[in-house]
């Protein structure tokens, strides 16, 4: 149902680079990008990620209550997103564990504030 969803950044070269080495983990790499807009994915495959300076001009600012989720193939890969992306920057929102049974999942906010996380159901 999802096609793809997008995060607004206020440095785009900075943002790219957090990106980029999470898309890399999980096996893909940028699909489409120019001075205002990368995404992240692959044409065909499931939703992906996109970065944009705001079409308005504005600061971007961080949507409260909005999260955007990345689904990996093992707890191991979850526990690697997670500690990658603090690595490259991220804020703790919640270390890597089971948050009921079958799901495991790790939380954190990139360079701009955008709440993700990493998970795994089963």
Known sequence: ????????????????????AIAAELGTKRMMDNDT????????????VGLTKPFDGKAATVGNGVMVAFECKSREQVDKVYHLARSLGAADEGAPGERFPGFYAGYFRDPDGNKLNAFIMG
């Not at 206020?10 to 790219?16: E, G, P, T």
């Open 37 to 48: 807009f990368i995404a992240w994915g692959e044409p065909g495959g499931g939703a992906g």
């Open 1 to 20: 149902m999802i096609g793809y969803v997008t995060l607004g950044t206020n440095d785009l070269a900075r943002a790219a680079k957090f990106y980029d």
